[in-house]
């Protein structure tokens, strides 16, 4: 598999905390503020957190 090369952005977000429990690789962190923020080193860009978030809150950016 090909991995892509963009990453992931964060706007909009209602901390609702649903996609920190999808991520498959912990690189959703919970901030002070309890919106997420995405370690890049560790998003492999699965989307399933861009596909879960019910504000459409996380933003694929190529
Ligand atoms: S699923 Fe969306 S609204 Fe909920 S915490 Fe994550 S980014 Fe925020
Ligand atoms: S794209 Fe996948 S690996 Fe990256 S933060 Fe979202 S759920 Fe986690």
């Known amino acids: 598999m090909v991995l892509s090369k963009g990453y992931i952005v964060v706007s909009g977000c209602k901390k609702c905390g649903r996609c920190r429990t999808v991520c498959p690789n912990s690189a ?4 002070v ?3 997420p923020k ?12 861009v596909r879960c978030c019910p504000n459409k809150a996380l933003i ?3």
């Open 33 to 35: 503020d309890d919106r």
């Open 38 to 49: 995405i370690d890049h080193d560790l998003c492999d860009r699965c989307m399933l957190c």
């Open 60 to 62: 694929y950016m190529e």
């Open 28 to 31: 959703l962190k919970r901030t």
